[in-house]
C-alpha cells in the first residue's frame, strides 16, 4: 500500500514537472496584471466565470485598468446533425460563438476577435426531462471551454504588446484627423460659388 501510495506520488511530480496538468487544474500565468471587463450581458454566467478566473490569476479587474476586454456578443446555435438509433432519438450540435474586443484609452479598439465552441448530444425524446438537463450541462460545459480558451488568448497578450497596438492605434487615428484637416483646408480653399440669378421674364 505505501509503495503504490509512493509511486502514485512520484508520477504526479514527474507528470507536474513536464507541464501536464488534468484538465481544469492548470494554472493560468497572464502577463497583464490590470483589466477591465465588460459584456452585453453584465449578468451573465461567461462574464463572470471569465472575472473569477482572471481574479484568482493575479490579474486586477477594475473599471480604471489602461485595457479593457468587452465581451461584445455571444450567440448559442444548436441544429440537428444525424438521427442515432431510434426515430425519436436526434443528435445535436451545439455552438456558442464570443465575440470580443480589447480597448485601449478612449475606448479605442485594438483587437477584435471571436472564440467558438462546438459540441453535440444525443436528444432521446422518450425522454425529454434528461435530455433537456444533458442538454444544459453540454452548455455549461462549453462555457467553461468558452472562458479557458479566452484565458488562453489573453495570455498570448503582454502589456508591452497591448502598448505597440495602442501606439499604433494612436498613429492611426492622427493619420485620419490630419487628412480630415487637410480635406477642410481644401474645401475652404475652393472659392464658393454665388447662386445663378435668373433673369426675369
Known amino acids: 500500500m505505501i509503495k503504490r501510495n509512493l ?10 514537472a513536464c507541464g501536464f496538468h488534468l484538465r481544469g487544474t492548470a494554472t493560468n500565468d497572464l502577463a497583464i496584471k490590470e483589466l477591465d471587463l465588460s459584456a452585453r450581458n453584465a449578468y451573465g454566467d461567461t462574464v463572470n466565470q471569465l472575472r473569477d478566473l482572471l481574479k484568482s ?8 485598468a489602461p485595457y479593457k476586454l468587452v465581451l461584445t456578443n455571444e450567440t448559442d446555435t444548436q441544429r440537428a446533425a444525424s438521427y442515432a438509433g431510434s426515430a425519436r432519438s436526434v443528435e445535436y450540435e451545439l455552438q456558442t460563438r464570443l465575440s470580443y474586443d480589447i480597448q485601449g484609452h478612449n475606448d479605442t479598439v485594438l483587437l477584435s476577435d471571436n472564440l467558438e465552441v462546438q459540441k453535440t448530444y444525443v436528444h432521446d425524446g422518450n425522454n425529454i ?16 471551454d468558452l472562458v479557458q480558451r479566452m484565458a488562453q488568448r ?4 503582454t502589456p508591452e504588446r497591448l502598448d505597440e497596438l495602442q501606439a499604433k492605434a494612436d498613429e492611426r487615428a492622427r493619420a485620419e484627423a490630419e487628412a480630415l484637416k487637410a480635406a477642410q ?17
Request: glycine content about 8%; proline content about 5%.
Open 57 to 64: 490569476s493575479g490579474v486586477n479587474v477594475h473599471a480604471g
Open 7 to 16: 509511486l502514485v506520488m512520484g508520477l504526479a511530480v514527474m507528470l507536474s
Open 185 to 201: 483646408r481644401a474645401q475652404d480653399a475652393q472659392p464658393q460659388q454665388s447662386p445663378l440669378e435668373v433673369p426675369a421674364n
Open 154 to 157: 489573453l495570455q498570448q497578450l
Open 129 to 144: 426531462t434528461g435530455s433537456t438537463q444533458e442538454a444544459s450541462q453540454v452548455r455549461n460545459e462549453m462555457r467553461r
